[in-house]
């Protein structure tokens, strides 16, 4: 009596193992539309792309110097790596007249170390200003969504001039009467319909920068 054939390991394998395929997770949208409120420029249209919240904002702005700062070093990398190699090479006429030594590599590579080390530490500090140059103009511009910003923490009397700056372009107040409403938020927003501020509109001052902003509300 002969044996059964052996079973194809593949055969009939409907497991969860075998029959589901996992995808990975979509990333999030840094940004979403929002309504283009009366006040903003008709160029930019029905809706604008907003931060949901300050924090999304600079989250945002540290990721892009990150990724920035991480690829122009990568290239300073290989930069001071052939400079230092260039500066280091054995004289050619050592080379020429097949005078090179071990002691002579041994030297090279001391030297290309010490130059690669000093050639990339200037290179990092470039870097770093080249991602703030870079993220700086675009993440000032930028816009957050008003529904975002946290009224149980921020002043209502100071998002009540931070939002009238926007709308009337940055004119001193002097009382709520001169536009026809008080400190009230909701009233504001309902008269107005401000949707979205920039990103400098969260500095306290002309002064200020994003690093400024971000160590006085972390």
């Given at each position: 009596?002969?044996?059964?054939?052996?079973?194809?390991?593949?055969s009939d394998d409907y497991?969860?193992?075998?029959?589901?395929?996992p995808f990975p997770h979509s990333l999030p949208l840094l940004r979403g539309p929002v309504k283009a409120g009366p006040r903003d420029h008709p160029s930019t249209g029905t809706y604008l792309l907003a931060f949901k919240?300050?924090?999304?904002?600079?989250?945002?702005?540290?990721?892009?110097?990150?990724?920035?700062?991480?690829q122009c070093e990568s290239g300073a990398r290989i930069g001071c790596s052939?400079?230092?190699s260039t500066k280091c090479k054995t004289p050619w006429w050592k080379v020429l007249l097949g005078l090179s030594s071990e002691q002579d590599f041994s030297e090279r590579a001391k030297c290309e170390e010490i130059e690669m080390e000093a050639c990339f530490a200037?290179?990092?500090?470039?870097?770093?200003?080249?991602a703030k140059?870079?993220?700086g103009p675009v993440f000032k511009n930028a816009r957050i969504?008003?529904?975002?910003?946290?009224?149980?923490?921020?002043d209502r009397k100071e998002v009540f001039r931070l939002i009238s700056g926007v709308s009337f372009g940055n004119k001193k107040s002097h009382g709520a009467g001169v536009w026809?409403?008080?400190?009230s938020w909701d009233e504001f927003w309902g008269k107005y319909e401000v949707t979205t501020v920039s990103g400098r509109d969260l500095f306290g001052s002309e002064d200020m920068n994003i690093e400024d902003y971000l160590k006085s509300s972390s």
């Open positions: 009596m002969g044996s059964a054939p052996p079973t194809s390991p593949n497991s969860a193992s075998a029959t589901l395929i919240n300050p924090r999304a904002w600079a989250a945002a702005y540290e990721n892009c110097k990150a990724q920035l700062t991480s052939i400079s230092a200037a290179a990092r500090e470039r870097c770093g200003v080249f140059d870079k993220c969504e008003v529904s975002g910003l946290d009224l149980k923490v921020v026809g409403v008080d400190k």
